[in-house]
Nanobody
């Protein structure tokens, strides 16, 4: 069955950086839009960033624009989230997700909808101390 495995989370001070990775297996990776969501305690899961199958189109939540960068490595079935200038409010469990979207060139608002994603990872904890 499809597996998405996140890594790279941890504890960092405000202003610091982290790079999350998501390794996918048992799916045709290049057919999927990939995304990152996050969920803080007591909050609903929220969209962070998404990237099209080719990597040519990306979409970000306003709260992370200019600080987070999503990228993908199709030959290695991996998607990354580079996070800089981290803030305490970025503290959350970060989840990788996959949405079957073959041939879609441009990411739309659909990417922000968690129910559109077929597969999810188990999450990795990011904690930003003030």
């Amino acid at each position: 069955q499809v597996q998405l495995v996140e890594s790279g989370g941890g504890l960092v001070q405000a202003g610091g950086s982290l790079r999350l990775s998501c390794a996918a297996s048992r799916l045709t990776f290049s057919l999927y839009t990939m995304a990152w969501f996050r969920q803080a305690p007591g909050n609903e899961r929220e969209f962070v960033a998404a990237i099209s199958w080719s990597g040519s189109s990306t979409y970000y939540a306003d709260s992370v624009k200019g600080r987070f960068t999503i990228s993908r490595d199709n030959p290695n079935y991996t998607v990354h989230l580079q996070m800089i200038s981290l803030k305490p409010e970025d503290t959350a469990v970060y989840y990788c997700a996959a949405d079957l979207q073959p041939g879609v060139q441009k990411i739309s608002g659909r990417a922000t909808l968690s129910y559109e994603y077929e597969y999810w990872g188990q999450g990795t904890q990011v904690t930003v101390s003030s």
